[in-house]
């Protein structure tokens, strides 16, 4: 198919998907725009298969995003962002994914797919672990000192949220080996294993950048820790990480690191 045709059905099927996510409230105006940029490019230099990965990255983990979205509220707070995902969430967890077909395209290369799987399993791995480990009825805790930490916090860990994590990045690798399958008539369990291992190491990572690195605040007035500038209508007071590592660049890091893990795997 001609790449015009492409770009084409690439804009109609992600404008009418972030239209969808804008009207359910899973997007932003400003994430939407930038859903229909991300998924146009993946459509029209990638394929089914690739586009396939971004839609159950993106669906499943907008459904779990809103399943006993009650009980998360309580937590939101803390969260540096909650709710429908703007801009550069959506270009943070797809940037990075949509330029791989692009060079997919320019250079011919059989682990750019790969390279893509990983991404997709970690962005996956890192929102299932967040939006089922919140709900751990057990306390967080930290992922190297192994201390207790509040829920909500980057850095803190549950073994629901490690099993959800796990979880997540074996259910892109499975849509990997059925959308690979389907389109060339060749089914590789590999992408299963690819997309297991990739994605807890970009969830690893994640959370390791988000404990140690990302800056955290306390509010003035609750004493609350939390990730956000502004609580109780007042700044909030730095209580550690480097200035410039917020929560989109955590999840670059987890993103870039489940990429550069079925990389290896793939060379391996």
């Known amino acids: 198919m001609a790449l015009y045709n492409q770009i084409l059905l690439g804009l109609l099927f992600s404008l009418i998907i972030a239209a969808m996510a804008f009207q359910k409230k899973s997007l932003s105006l400003s994430g939407a725009m930038v859903a ?135 259910f892109i690798g499975l849509m990997a080996f059925l959308l690979t399958g389907i389109e060339q008539g060749n089914f590789e369990t590999g992408y299963i294993w690819m997309g297991l291992v990739s994605g807890l190491a970009g969830s690893l990572a994640d959370s390791l950048a988000g404990g140690v690195f990302q800056l955290k605040y306390v509010c003035q007035i609750c004493q609350k820790e939390t990730e956000k500038k502004m609580h109780c209508g007042v700044p909030c007071q730095t209580t550690e990480g480097w200035t410039w590592m917020n929560n989109d660049t955590v999840n670059l890091v987890g993103s870039v690191t489940g990429s550069l893990v079925a990389w290896l795997m793939f060379l391996g």
Not at 127 to 151: M, N
């Open 36 to 170: 229909v940029l991300v998924g146009t490019i993946i459509y029209s230099f990638g394929s089914v298969a690739w586009y396939g990965l971004l839609l159950s990255f993106f669906i499943s983990s907008s459904l779990l995003s809103k399943w006993k979205e009650a009980q998360k509220k309580e937590l939101a707070d803390r969260f540096d962002k909650n709710g429908a995902r703007d801009g550069i969430q959506v270009l943070v967890n797809g940037g990075w994914g949509a330029f791989l077909p692009v060079a997919a395209w320019i250079h011919p290369w059989p682990g750019w797919y790969p390279m893509f799987l990983g991404a997709m399993a970690a962005a996956n791995s890192d929102t299932w672990a967040t939006e089922l480990g919140v709900l751990s009825q057990k306390k967080p805790r930290h992922i190297l000192s192994g201390k207790p930490v509040e829920k909500g916090l980057s850095g803190g860990v549950t073994a629901a949220g490690f099993m959800a994590s796990i979880t997540g990045g074996l």
